[in-house]
Nanobody, 120 residues
Framework: QVQLVESGGGSAQTGGSLTLSCAASGSVLSIYDMRWHRQAPGKQRELVAAITKGGKTNYADSVKGRFTISRDNAKNTVHLQMNSLKPEDTAVYFC??????????????WGQGTQVTVSS
């Protein structure tokens, strides 16, 4: 069974840092784009950062210069380093990946989400 499992969420104070990680497991053949999304209470889910298999990145304007997405293709993992955290970064963060899996199926997978809470 293919799944994405996030870790690293928790609480931080304004200006602090947290690192999120996401690992793909199961019959994964190849991973294309990997992304982090977030959803705050009462708001729509939004794309925070994305990274291609080749390492090209893009970020939401609200996190540029503060968050860094990276991946380890050998370990099928993606990370989100979050610095200079603000209360408005409080949300559930979801890992998402476009993957080829056995038996030769390509689709998007989602993790279960991890809570990030930033206090002022």
């Amino acid at each position: 069974q293919v799944q994405l499992v996030e870790s690293g969420g928790g609480s931080a104070q304004t200006g602090g840092s947290l690192t999120l990680s996401c690992a793909a497991s199961g019959s994964v053949l190849s991973i294309y784009d990997m992304r982090w999304h977030r959803q705050a209470p009462g708001k729509q889910r939004e794309l925070v950062a994305a990274i291609t298999k080749g390492g090209k990145t893009n970020y939401a304007d609200s996190v540029k210069g503060r968050f860094t997405i990276s991946r380890d293709n050998a370990k099928n993992t993606v990370h989100l380093q979050m610095n200079s955290l603000k209360p408005e970064d409080t949300a559930v963060y979801f890992c998402n990946a476009d993957m080829w899996v056995e038996p030769l199926t390509r689709r998007d997978y989602w993790g279960q989400g991890t809570q990030v809470t930033v206090s002022s």
